[in-house]
Structure formats: structure tokens, C-alpha cells
């Protein structure tokens, strides 16, 4: 069963041509790694998958609902509803604890369950820095914050872009168990990188250049 579907999808601003006839299919549970020079269109089409852009032509299906047909305010909620975002930018609350980080994507679902948040956060390891502010935490524990976020409604999808780019090697490998452990607990995952290591972990490389999917890789673990 297929999750997202991206059928001749194209995005232009202007006369520049970022993405060209896109075609991508993803099933549920898939970790998909999306590879390519800077300027390629990996982070245009995480836009759009993620119902923060539209395309300028095109299909893109999300959980069987065609996204082409849904004003902005339905979009927000789809994308409310069914994404986790994960930035390579943390995007965190500086004067908010990494406990009310995580609580603050409760409330735009107009819910409050600090219960559900320390066992997002327990999840990926935070259950001792509940209430360190972002300043007080490493950026290997800053990230975690973010996933934890990401993770507390429950998406169908989870959309990571550069997850590990301002990371050091040790902090990268604990962000990549997160993610090994999420794939393995079924959750469907999209991740843009520039490390081919990082790649390797998923079950598909699309390779971007111009615009176009140029090749796909079977990673071998998986092969």
C-alpha cells in the first residue's frame, strides 16, 4: 500500500524549473533516503510532500487524499495530522524547555498531555533533560527535542531534512539509532542527505539532479 504518490508533479517559480514531471511512489512503513547536489529540488519536494507548497502541476496523493484539492486552512490540517517535521535547523523555543517544546505541538491540536510528551521525549533517550532549555542541551540532545516533537501526534509520516547536518559524528549515531528504531517500529520516513553513510540506512536512494530523478537505489542491506 502506497502512502504518498507523486504522479508528473512539476514546480516553477517564474522561469525556473525546480522540480520536472516528478514521479515517486512510497509505501507505508518505507524509509526512503533522497540524495543529490545542492539546488536539485530534494528540499522543494519535501515542501510539498510536507503540505507547505503545491506544486504548479501535478498529482501528489497523501494517505489516499489528493492534496491538488485542498485549500491552505485543509492543508494545515493535513499536514497537522499526518507529518512529522524534522529540520536540520532545530527550530526550537529558546525560553521553552525541551518538556514544553515538545507540548507546544500538542496545543495546536488542542490538546495537553505532558504524559504522552515525557514519553516522547523518554523515547528518544531526553527522560533525564525534561526541563533544560535548549541552551542547555547538546546538539545531538537538541535534534532528539525536535523528534520527539515530531513524533507526539502520532504522523503517518515522518519528513526529515538533513537531520544530521550540523552533527558530529558521535551525535549523528544516536540520531541514526532514533531513526533505525522508528523505521523498525513501522513508521514511514523520508530523509534528505548529503551523506551517502546516513543513505545507506534506508531502503531506497533516489538520486536528484536538475530537477529530475535520475536513479534509484536498493540499498544492499535490503537488496
Known amino acids: 500500500m502506497n502512502i504518498l504518490e507523486i504522479n508528473n508533479v512539476s514546480k516553477n517559480y517564474g522561469n525556473l524549473h ?8 512510497v509505501s507505508k512503513g518505507e524509509w526512503v533516503a533522497i540524495m543529490g547536489p ?17 506544486p504548479s502541476k501535478g498529482s501528489i496523493k497523501i494517505n489516499g487524499i489528493e492534496t491538488s ?8 490540517e493535513l499536514r497537522r495530522e499526518t507529518i512529522g517535521l524534522v529540520f536540520q535547523q532545530f527550530h526550537l523555543i529558546p525560553h521553552l524547555t525541551a518538556l514544553e517544546n ?28 525534561l526541563h533544560h532549555l535548549p541552551s542547555q542541551l547538546s546538539g545531538g540532545e537538541q535534534q532528539r527535542v525536535c523528534i520527539a516533537r515530531a513524533l507526539i501526534n502520532y504522523p503517518a509520516i515522518i519528513i526529515a531534512d538533513e537531520p544530521t547536518g550540523n552533527l558530529d559524528d558521535e551525535n549523528e549515531q544516536i540520531i541514526m539509532n ?31 539532479e536538475y530537477g529530475r530523478i535520475i ?5 544492499t542491506i535490503y537488496a
Open 215 to 219: 536513479k534509484v537505489i536498493v540499498n
Open 38 to 54: 545542492s539546488g536539485s529540488g530534494k528540499s522543494t519536494l519535501l515542501n510539498i510532500i510536507g503540505c507547505m507548497d503545491t
Open 178 to 208: 532514533v531513526f533505525r528504531q522508528l523505521h523498525q517500529e513501522g513508521h514511514t520516513i523520508i530523509m534528505v542527505t548529503h551523506d551517502k553513510e546516513v543513505a545507506e540506512n534506508a531502503q531506497r536512494t533516489v538520486m536528484f
Open 69 to 76: 484539492q485542498l485549500n491552505k486552512k485543509q492543508l494545515t
Open 18 to 25: 525546480v522540480l520536472k514531471e516528478m514521479q515517486l511512489s
Open 102 to 129: 515538545v507540548m507546544l505541538a500538542q496545543y495546536y491540536h488542542s490538546i495537553h498531555d505532558e504524559k504522552e510528551a515525557i514519553a516522547a521525549l523518554n523515547r528518544v533517550g531526553l527522560g533525564d533533560r
